[in-house]
């Protein structure tokens, strides 16, 4: 079974189709207890069932394997599992690590810019008031500064793409290892675009929910969608200039780290709405728009050689 591509180059349409079924029914099991429950999002389990839900894809990569196994022969090679040994490969792992880090950092201040957003870079009343809604806070701030504390979250940025990494990479290997890949017989284009549409529309049952658009729940699926389109150029372009999934996996972790960010340097009176907010929302996507403009301009996208 296979379809035709543009230039010619089949598409291995049984595979995809195996991938992206698998995928999109464990990650919409995992929403069901959600649904059912009607708690949504405060079910004591969600947090437990959604980390579960990120591994999706990476089950779907291993049924593929399972079931039709020359589909992704050399295995590591195919799903880009090794560390690539593409020369000034170094430069795209950097990238994914501080990059990524610096892009979601820059969200907040890029809203503040256009009169968006307000700051509060001295108190961090925002971020003192997030802290006194939790369990430990009072102990927090009787041992430390607000501003000590904000320090504290900014150092931890330095290890957290690497930890985050490990969460996910079940995304990564599915997305951009396996996927990405297999659809660029279309053109490099079409499958970071078609790749990022479907990561997107694999989130919408959590979505619909509220998750990381509690504003907007219906409205929040397109977004994430754009959202997942606009970053996947960014971390697809990592896996094909490298040939490696981990430098993805490293900047996907970048982005968990850095997502929460702006309520860190948030005025107390500014109601965060992540549909203008955050990297999740339309001000957050002006960086990363401009981050892909760039490489366009400087003729490393689309990735000569993708590997």
């Not at 999109?24 to 959600?34: N, Q």
């Not at 290890?159 to 996927?179: D, T, V």
């Not at 896996?239 to 996996?249: C, D, I, N």
Request: hydrophobic fraction near 55%.
């Amino acid at each position: 079974m296979s379809l035709q591509a543009t230039d010619a180059k089949p598409i291995d349409a049984k595979a995809i189709c195996l991938f992206y079924g698998v995928t999109f029914a464990l990650g919409l099991s995992m929403s069901l207890p959600l649904w059912e429950s009607g708690q949504g999002l405060h079910l004591p389990t969600a947090r437990i069932l959604v980390t579960v839900m990120l591994f999706a894809p990476a089950v779907g990569v291993l049924m593929v394997r399972l079931l039709f196994p020359k589909s992704v022969a050399p295995f590591v090679q195919t799903t880009g599992l090794g560390i690539g040994r593409r020369p000034g490969s170094l430069g795209y792992w950097l990238f994914g690590w501080f990059g990524m880090t610096a892009i979601g950092l820059g969200a907040p201040f890029v809203g503040a810019l256009l009169g968006m957003f307000h700051l509060d870079l001295q108190s961090f009343s925002g971020y003192h008031h997030l802290l006194l809604q939790r369990p430990d806070g009072d102990a927090a701030l009787a041992r430390f500064s607000v501003q000590t504390l904000v320090l504290i979250q900014l150092g931890s940025l330095l290890i957290a793409p690497g930890i985050n990494a490990i969460f996910a990479f079940g995304e990564e290997w599915g997305w951009r290892g396996f996927l990405l890949p297999k659809l660029l017989p279309l053109g490099q284009w079409p499958a970071l675009i078609l790749t990022g549409t479907l990561w997107g529309i694999w989130y919408s049952p959590v979505v619909l929910l509220g998750y990381n658009y509690p504003l907007h729940p219906k409205f929040g699926v397109l977004l994430m969608t754009i959202f997942c389109v606009i970053f996947g150029v960014l971390l697809g372009w990592l896996r094909l200039a490298t040939g490696s999934v981990w430098p993805a996996a490293i900047g996907h972790g970048a982005l968990n780290a850095v997502g929460g960010f702006s309520y860190v340097v948030a005025d107390v009176n500014q109601t965060i709405d992540t549909a203008h907010f955050t990297i999740l929302g339309w001000t957050g996507w002006i960086l990363p728009l401009l981050v892909i403009l760039l490489l366009i301009v400087l003729k490393r996208l689309p990735v000569a050689e993708p590997r």
